[in-house]
């Protein structure tokens, strides 16, 4: 059996950072479930803008969501309506003063995480898994990835036993602290059963690691 780390939780605090930034003597649970369910409910109130990671900051009573997709229009919306609505809805259910950030995702070729969504998509639209997955591979390969891993597992084309597929293109060093790794999982909702897609892009090293907290990785 293979033992798995999850590629980001092995660099915490090498050359990425944490995705809840704040510090609490009390209630740390409370806050940690909280933080959960807000990354929850915004990948469920926007599953298909490419929603690539949220990260919350806290101080006091007040509360940051920075949220980063590669389609803003779509999480802002016509004049700002969208994310207001979504902020006051936040609000309403924390109890808190919320602010949120949108940023966009300069490459989503290169997130792993849009990636993985946009196979998930593919498939739920009856595309066949290899061209998705040949598709993404050489689309992240062009968009300047190092190397990329994509892998898919069900019930690929129907098929009436489970099994796993993957295409790896370029380098892909997971024991190098110093490799800066993006991992993206997503699941299509097929007909004949749900399909995991994991993906895995590396963008090369990070050899200064002030330079990588202040970037926020």
Partial sequence: MGQKVHPESLRLGYIHTWKSRWYAEKDYK????????????THKRYPRAGVSRVIIERAANKLKINIHTSRPGVVIGRRGAEVEKFRKDVEKLTKREVYVNIQEVARPEADAQCVA??????????????????????TAHQGGCKGIKVMVAGRLSGREIARTEWYLEGKLPLHTFRADIDYGFSQAYTTYGVIGIKVWIYNGDIMDVEEAHHAGL
């Avoid at 969504?117 to 050489?138: D, T």
């Fill in 117 to 138: 969504e946009n196979i998930a998509v593919q498939l739920e639209k009856r595309v066949m898994f290899r061209r998705a997955m040949k598709r993404a591979v050489e």
């Fill in 30 to 41: 409370g806050l940690l479930h909280e933080d959960l369910w807000l990354r929850d409910f």
